[in-house]
T-cell receptor, first 111, second 114 residues
Framework: AQRVTQPEKLLSVFKGAPVELKCNYS??????LFWYVQYSRQRLQLLLR??SRESIKGFTADLNKGETSFHLKKPFAQEEDSAMYYC?????????????FGKGTKLSVIP | KAGVTQTPRYLIKTRGQQVTLSCSPI?????VSWYQQTPGQGLQFLFE???????NKGNFPGRFSGRQFSNSRSEMNVSTLELGDSALYLC?????????????FGPGTRLTVL
């Protein structure tokens, strides 16, 4: 079974402070991992995926297979980063691949 | 390019009734996935359709079913509604299957069961 854990429901940081949103996963194979974001009154959208190794809006995430983690980081938080963040894992379920989401972390950036 | 659309946006039903939700994917996308979102359980995968075939199914009872048409539009049906079915139902479309391609989400259908 595949599982994604985001230990923090809510994370508050001051503007300009570093941000780290934690994500741990459980999966027996080689997973593909994603971060999705939902800004207020907007749709859920892809932020980044580990295979692309991109930095999007200043965010990066590194897959650590030893610690089974995929934490999302940004060195300096901005007010517009306030949103709900979901970590997701794509792995083979009962049939083909399916996307399993964590329960999300609400990031609040204090001006 | 138009995004994923879902109809209706809001729905109120009573226990025991059935409901059908509709999802129109982005033009050219062949995969449609459905998710249930609740405050307690978060986003849970219901099923995925690709080229009119169900590719995968989450851990939901048989009251939850779906289908996909030749134009890739998808419908989800819930029969014998229970109070616990109250949730936001999201659909997402992608070019390939959900495991390999970026998913684009719709605005959701808010279902309230009284």
């Amino acid at each position: 079974a595949q599982r994604v854990t985001q230990p923090e429901k809510l994370l508050s940081v001051f503007k300009g402070a570093p941000v780290e949103l934690k994500c741990n996963y459980s999966y027996s194979g080689s997973p593909e991992l994603f971060w999705y974001v939902q800004y207020s009154r907007q749709r859920l959208q892809l932020l980044l995926r580990h295979i692309s190794r991109e930095s999007i809006k200043g965010f990066t995430a590194d897959l650590n297979k030893g610690e089974t983690s995929f934490h999302l980081k940004k060195p300096f938080a901005q007010e517009e980063d306030s949103a709900m963040y979901y970590c997701a894992l794509s792995g083979r379920g009962a049939g083909s691949y399916q996307l399993t989401f964590g329960k999300g972390t609400k990031l609040s950036v204090i001006p | 390019k138009a995004g994923v659309t879902q109809t209706p946006r809001y729905l109120i039903k009573t226990r025991g009734q059935q409901v059908t939700l509709s999802c129109s994917p982005i033009s050219g996308h062949r995969s449609v996935s459905w998710y249930q979102q609740t405050p307690g359980q978060g986003l849970q995968f219901l099923f995925e359709y690709f080229s009119e075939t169900q590719r995968n199914k989450g851990n939901f009872p048989g009251r939850f079913s779906g289908r996909q048409f030749s134009n890739s539009r998808s419908e989800m049906n819930v029969s014998t509604l229970e109070l616990g079915d109250s949730a936001l139902y999201l659909c997402a479309s992608s070019l390939g299957t959900s495991g390999s391609s970026e998913q684009f989400f719709g605005p959701g259908t808010r279902l309230t069961v009284l």
